[in-house]
DNA sequence: CGGGCCTTTGACTGGTTTCAACTTCTGTGG
DNA sequence: CCACAGAAGTTGAAACCAGTCAAAGGCCCG
């Protein structure tokens, strides 16, 4: 049980059997089923999710019915409304599963609680937390910079399992386009 | 000396004047000149910088010379090029000051000895990181769903500061908007 | 006081969205 | 296992918003 997050673990800091058994009891599992929310817009964040196995979908909905994709979880990423888990506000965001999944849940409690009685796991938190933000200040240059058919090149080549497992119209949505202009950019492409 | 910086530490965590004066020992301040570059494309980023004073920007700038900002930071904020510095390789990013400014600088090395000696200090950035990476998250999404004119109400409402006292095609370039754009958007919303 | 940068304004262009229709794919129940 | 309904993807035409290029005015700084 929860080998692919303590595998995630492994990589930045080492556990000794005693510590991974202590975590273990802060840890839920659960299964979603395909288009079953984790979390809806108005609710309060209160898991932040690892998921183990299958691909979630973070994203805000406006007036006007629009959905907008910020984030795509796949095997060994976290994804919740973070902003919500920290000040106990209703979630703005909307998460649900795009395939069956399986997901390691940590309550905030539970967070700090194993923050405290295993200092590694804050480390390993904050490194996590750098390149995340490392990635989203990235990710903002290239919709900044590049055009449509750069953005879903990079994208193809940065995270081509994304591009596979996950429906064309969420990858348009991801990449700031409507489904429309995505598919007439990747006509032009094959043109090549 | 450093005063805005342990002001900034001490809204999260509680240091004794005996660790103060120990991470002092680590600080290097600096002075920067309006239009002096931090950090240029092309070298590696050794420090990262708190701003006592004054006003910096990061930005890129493709093959066609367009610059694309990244960030702000006035007082009280962190600026680097957070990828160079972890891998050490050349800088995407340049960093220049938008009015004389007022430095402190820490370098990966100080960073990591702090860390180790004044484990308090990775609670401080990881609290940091989380708030930057919620912001980061924020504001891509503003990017997607806002209209040009919501965005630079946005802006105006969130960060007052920065639009007083950087020049207008500073704004624009962060609004992803050329100048021109933000200009007739600012004249439109005044007709109101 | 002068020169250069910043901002504004105008005309034109082009890429993206929007709306609508049609095709293809998928999964669910008979 | 097939049939069918709804979802997803494609294609076309028209409208629109922002970008580009160019020029003029204003303001700041040396």
Redo the contacts between chains.
């Keep these: 049980m929860y080998e692919v997050f303590f595998k995630k673990l492994a990589e930045k800091i080492t556990l000794t059997t005693e510590e991974v058994d202590l975590f273990k009891t802060y840890l839920t599992p659960k299964k979603l089923r395909r288009k079953q929310y984790l979390l809806q817009e108005g609710d309060v964040c209160k898991y932040s999710a690892f998921v183990e196995k299958g691909a979630l979908r973070s994203y805000?909905i406006?007036e006007k019915g629009?959905e907008?994709i910020?984030?795509f979880a796949l095997e060994g990423w976290f994804i919740g409304d973070?902003?919500s888990m920290?000040t106990g506000e209703p979630a703005t965001q909307n998460i649900d599963a795009i395939e069956d999944s399986e997901l390691v849940l940590i309550s905030k409690q539970a967070e700090e609680e194993i923050m405290k009685r295993i200092?590694k796991y804050?480390?390993f938190?904050?490194l996590l937390?750098?390149n995340?933000?490392?990635a989203?200040?990235?990710?903002?240059?290239h919709?900044?910079?590049l055009s449509t058919e750069e953005r879903y090149t990079k994208l193809l080549n940065t995270y081509p399992e994304i591009v596979q497992r996950v429906p064309q119209h969420m990858i348009a949505s991801y990449l700031?386009l409507t489904p429309e202009t995505l598919s007439r950019a990747r006509k032009q492409m094959s043109r090549k």
Excluded at 136 to 141: E, G, L, P, S
Aim: hydrophobic residues 40%.
């Design positions: 805000t406006d629009n907008y910020i984030q973070m902003y920290l200092p804050e480390h938190m904050r937390l750098q995340a933000y490392i989203a200040q990235r990710r903002f240059n919709m900044a910079s700031g």
